[in-house]
């Protein structure tokens, strides 16, 4: 079965760092391109970043840029998010996914969410002030 589970959630401090993972198993992670997504209690999920298969293409959300970092080790079959500086607005549950249709990389930013698919169940997240 096609599985993607996230981990390193927790909590920190407003300026903290984290280190998210997101691990495949079932398939072949290099395969597929993968973005990390978040989802803020009472709204929408959102994406975050993506990388692509290789790792050599990488996009970012503006409220991120400078502080999260995407980054891939296909032998080991993950996906990291490094996450740096960090908000209390950051606090969310964070979710990765996989870009079903190859699309990252072939335009000028991550394609929706619409288009990934086995999402994990997510890692929360926690920021303290």
């Known amino acids: 079965q096609v599985q993607l589970v996230e981990s390193g959630g927790g909590l920190a401090q407003t300026g903290g760092s984290l280190r998210l993972s997101c691990a495949a198993s079932?398939?072949?992670?290099?395969?597929?391109?993968i973005a990390w997504f978040r989802q803020i209690p009472g709204k929408g999920r959102e994406g975050i970043s993506c990388i692509s298969t290789s790792g050599d293409i990488t996009y970012y959300k503006d409220f991120v840029k400078g502080r999260f970092t995407i980054s891939r080790d296909n032998a080991i079959h993950t996906v990291y998010l490094q996450m740096n500086n960090l908000q209390p607005e950051d606090t969310a549950v964070y979710y990765c996914?996989?870009?079903?249709?190859?699309?990252?990389?072939?335009?000028?930013?991550?394609?929706?969410?619409?288009?990934?698919?086995?999402w994990g169940q997510g890692t929360q997240v926690t920021v303290s002030s």
């Open positions: 079932g398939f072949t992670l290099d395969h597929y391109p």
């Open positions: 996914a996989i870009d079903q249709y190859g699309l990252t990389g072939k335009t000028s930013s991550c394609p929706v969410a619409v288009y990934f698919g086995s």
